[in-house]
C-alpha cells in the first residue's frame, strides 16, 4: 500500500529566507507526487505534480519540487517565502493511475515570522 | 467558471442523526471524490465516483455511503453519527483518470 510521511509537523521561517518542506513516500513502482497547500478554513490547492520525466517541476507561486527515487523523496522548495506563504502544505500520492485515490501526509503548518 | 461547490459549508448534528453533504463538480469533470479530514491530519479517502459508478472506497465503515447524479454531483451520506465523526469532508472533482482534482472548500461536520 502507499504511504505518505511528512517528518515536519511544524516550521517557522523568517520572511525572504529559502524554504524546504520534507516528504517521502512508499510505494513499489513510479508514483505519482503532488503537493497541495490549505489556508485555514479553505481547500485544497495543487501547487504542483510530477507523473514522468524531468524530476525538478516547477510550480504556482513560486514553488519547486525535486523527485529523488534512491530517496523516495519529492521535497518542496521555495528561495524566498512571503508573508502569505503561511498554511498547511500535504504532499500525497496517487500510485495507481486507474485509481484516482490520493493517499495524502499529515501535513506540514508553515509559520512566516516577519 | 464556477468551481467545486459544496453545501452545506457548516452543520452540527446530535450523536445517532443522519447527514447527507452535497457536492457539485467543475462543469465536465465527471469523477467525484469524497475525503475526510479530522483536525490536524492529512485528509482520508472515503470514495470515488466515475461516470456514476463506484470507482474506489476507502477504509471506512458501512454507515458512509455516496452516490453521483446523472449531471456529476455527488452525495455523501452518513448514518448513525459518532462523535469522532466531526470533521471537514472536501470533495474533489476531476475530468477523469490522471487529470488534476480540483477540491471544494468543505464542509465542516460537527456531532454533539
Known amino acids: 500500500a502507499q504511504s505518505v510521511t511528512q517528518p515536519d509537523i511544524h516550521i517557522t521561517v523568517s520572511e525572504g529566507a529559502s524554504l524546504e518542506l520534507r516528504c517521502n513516500y512508499s510505494?513499489?513502482?513510479?508514483?505519482?507526487l503532488f503537493w497541495y497547500v490549505q489556508s485555514p478554513g479553505q481547500g485544497l490547492q495543487l501547487l504542483l505534480k510530477?507523473?514522468?520525466?524531468?524530476?525538478l517541476v516547477q510550480g504556482i507561486k513560486g514553488f519547486e519540487a525535486e523527485f529523488k527515487r534512491s530517496q523516495s523523496s519529492f521535497n518542496l522548495r521555495k528561495p524566498s517565502v512571503h508573508w502569505s506563504d503561511a498554511a498547511e502544505y500535504f504532499c500525497?500520492?496517487?500510485?495507481?493511475?486507474?485509481?484516482?485515490?490520493?493517499?495524502f501526509g499529515t501535513g506540514t503548518r508553515l509559520t512566516i515570522i516577519p | 467558471d464556477a468551481g467545486v461547490t459544496q453545501s452545506p459549508t457548516h452543520l452540527i448534528k446530535t450523536r445517532g442523526q443522519q447527514v447527507t453533504l452535497r457536492c457539485s463538480p467543475i462543469?465536465?469533470?465527471?469523477?467525484v471524490s469524497w475525503y475526510q479530514q479530522v483536525l490536524g491530519q492529512g485528509p482520508q479517502f472515503i470514495f470515488q465516483?466515475?461516470?456514476?459508478?463506484?470507482?474506489g472506497r476507502g477504509n471506512f465503515p458501512d454507515r458512509f455511503s455516496a452516490r453521483q447524479f446523472p449531471n456529476y454531483s455527488s452525495e455523501l451520506n452518513v448514518n448513525a453519527l459518532l462523535l469522532g465523526d466531526s470533521a471537514l469532508y472536501l470533495c474533489?472533482?476531476?475530468?477523469?483518470?490522471?487529470?488534476?482534482?480540483?477540491f471544494g472548500q468543505g464542509t465542516r461536520l460537527t456531532v454533539v
Open positions: 474533489a472533482s476531476s475530468t477523469g483518470t490522471g487529470a488534476e482534482a480540483f
Open positions: 510505494y513499489g513502482a513510479t508514483p505519482y
Open positions: 510530477y507523473f514522468s520525466g524531468d524530476t
Open positions: 500525497a500520492v496517487v500510485g495507481d493511475f486507474g485509481n484516482e485515490k490520493l493517499t
Open positions: 462543469s465536465g469533470h465527471k469523477s
Open positions: 465516483y466515475y461516470e456514476k459508478e463506484e470507482r
